[in-house]
């Protein structure tokens, strides 16, 4: 381990599906992690698997090289900064924040100015690859920021990413990138979940057509991915539906402000909006396919039945 990864004290604050296993992937790799979550369990499963809890933002923060903020949206990023509660008067001189929220660009660049203006570096920092790379240190991060922010905040980066993509110094870069890739994974997750039902209901064999398709033209990351969910009937959330409706919102909303069509977006967002309408929106979004299951009468594996 090379003496500056084993120098740098690192924060985290949320611990979820995401968050947990980014602050485990630097423990592994040696670094001095602590973390913090809003629900007192994960911060006991992060001290179980060796890392360090904090009972507050400001405790997990305090003396911290780099503070890794993997809450769910702009506005809980705002909250854990500059809320009643908000670290950043709290960080240490110098400090890197790096931002891994899904979030519209334009709070990216406010909270970055707002960061910057107390002596402190911003990194936006997106991050795409789902739970399981996030546990390995696989995670692809999208992010922008002065070579300054990429420095310091380049021990954990080393940990927690396969890919560390620069894409610039501004902030809002790396937070536009995230966006037209929910655009691509919010749109075929609902793709592939109105396929798999529209093939239910035509009476297929699903595990067969989960091995044609997965060696087809059809294929893709999302059918591959969310559909054995289906198989198996589990709807347990890994990514759930409600991260759609507020990404692809964001989307249709950038979208609104450049007078730029997104119809595929919009199609894609109703069908988040129905499920979580219909009580489905803290499960699995490849819940998806009960919706349509329920709205068609085809029959999918698992105990609901439409």
Request: with cysteine; hydrophobic share 50%; glycine share 12%.
């Amino acid at each position: 381990m090379e003496e500056s990864k084993m120098a740098s004290k690192i924060a985290v604050l949320g611990l979820g599906s995401m968050g947990f296993g980014m602050a485990r992937s630097m423990t592994r790799a040696g670094l001095d992690v602590s973390g913090y979550d809003v629900a007192p369990a994960a911060v006991e499963r992060f001290v179980a698997e060796g890392g360090h809890g904090a009972g507050s933002p400001g405790e997990a923060v305090k003396g911290a090289d780099i503070v890794v903020s993997v809450v769910v949206s702009g506005a809980q990023t705002e909250a854990v900064l500059f809320g009643p509660d908000g670290v950043a008067g709290a960080m240490k001189p110098g400090a890197v924040l790096v931002s891994s929220a899904t979030m519209d660009p334009s709070i990216a660049r406010d909270l970055a100015k707002r960061i910057e203006s107390l002596g402190l570096h911003y990194l936006d920092a997106p991050i795409s690859g789902g739970a399981a790379k996030a546990a390995t240190g696989e995670l692809t991060i999208m992010a922008s920021g002065p070579p300054q922010a990429f420095a310091a905040a380049r021990p954990a980066l080393d940990c927690m990413a396969a890919k560390v993509y620069e894409l610039g110094e501004a902030a809002g870069i790396g937070a536009a990138f995230k966006m037209i890739n929910q655009l691509l994974a919010g749109v075929h997750i609902a793709a592939a979940c109105e396929a798999i039902a529209f093939a239910a209901k035509q009476g297929l064999d699903l595990d067969k057509v989960y091995e044609v398709i997965t060696a087809s033209a059809g294929n893709s990351w999302m059918f591959q991915n969310r559909i054995p969910h289906v198989l198996a009937g589990d709807y347990t959330p890994l990514s759930a539906v409600e991260i759609f409706v507020k990404d692809l919102g964001i989307v249709q909303d950038m979208a609104r402000a450049e007078r730029y069509p997104v119809p595929l977006v919009a199609a894609a967002l109703q069908m988040y909006l129905a499920a979580s309408g219909a009580g489905m929106g803290r499960d699995d979004d490849s819940t998806l396919a009960r919706l349509y299951a329920q709205l068609s009468g085809a029959q999918l594996p698992g105990k609901d039945k439409p």
